[in-house]
């Protein structure tokens, strides 16, 4: 049975006070505190049916405050198979990182893991506040180990070919796992052929169902 949701009040307050929030700067409950202005990017609506979570803004997200605003997004657009006014429409399609600011760079000049601040304390509240989703997609392992805990000691990798393995049962999973969309995950794509050639249709599919029943206002 899906959840109730709440009164949209409630679900617009809880984002007014995520969008507005400086823990990890002020008071961060992980040390040591972000090493810039907070910037927290999301988008979310009471009637989206599908939600894309994803993993932290990067810095270009972080300039320009939109998400995926990079060739990462174009390629993840493409997989979706929607374009960008589709894939900005907070009624359409719901995209929540687990980490809502850009986190900064560690010694390498990698980006680090998301802030365990955001889900700590905002991501519970946020999806209480709405319907359940006809369609998850996660994208990374922080992702995943949220809405798929069950599989949080599983191999990123061994999530998602299982999914190619199993596929009558993803053509109806809740949630479906994918790679990063980031041009460093090349490798990896072209040595598993399998999620292009066998997921990515099946995630098409259910992203055009879902876009053709959405919620009612």
């Given at each position: 049975m899906k959840a109730q949701p709440r009164a949209p009040e409630k679900l617009a307050t809880v984002m007014q006070k995520a969008r507005a929030c400086r823990i990890c700067r002020d008071e961060?409950?992980?040390?040591?505190?972000l090493p810039h202005e907070p910037r927290p990017v999301f988008q979310l609506s009471a009637r989206a049916r599908i939600l894309l979570a994803g993993q932290a803004p990067g810095a270009r997200v972080h300039a320009s405050g939109r998400l995926f605003t990079d060739p990462s997004g174009d390629r993840l657009r493409?997989?979706?198979?929607?374009?960008?006014?589709?894939?900005?429409?907070?009624?359409?399609?719901?995209?929540?990182?687990?980490?809502?600011?850009?986190?900064?760079?560690?010694?390498?000049?990698?980006?680090?893991?998301p802030r365990r601040e955001c889900k700590q304390t905002w991501h519970d509240d946020l999806f209480a506040g709405r319907a359940s989703f006809d369609l998850?997609?996660?994208?990374?392992?922080?992702?995943?180990?949220?809405?798929?805990?069950?599989?949080?000691?599983?191999?990123?990798?061994?999530?998602?070919?299982?999914?190619s393995e199993n596929l009558e049962q993803t053509r109806q999973?809740?949630?479906?796992?994918?790679?990063?969309?980031?041009?460093?995950?090349?490798?990896?794509?072209?040595?598993?052929?399998?999620?292009?050639?066998?997921?990515?249709?099946?995630?098409?599919?259910?992203?055009?169902?879902a876009l053709e029943n959405p919620t009612p206002a």
């Open positions: 961060p409950a992980h040390l040591p505190a493409s997989w979706l198979g929607v374009n960008e006014e589709v894939f900005y429409n907070a009624d359409e399609l719901a995209i929540v990182p687990m980490g809502f600011c850009f986190p900064g760079y560690d010694a390498k000049g990698s980006d680090l893991p998850i997609l996660v994208i990374g392992r922080y992702a995943r180990d949220y809405h798929l805990p069950e599989k949080k000691r599983e191999n990123l990798t061994v999530t998602i070919q299982a999914q999973a809740p949630t479906i796992v994918l790679p990063h969309p980031s041009w460093r995950n090349t490798a990896w794509l072209k040595r598993n052929p399998w999620f292009e050639t066998d997921l990515v249709p099946i995630i098409q599919t259910r992203i055009a169902s």
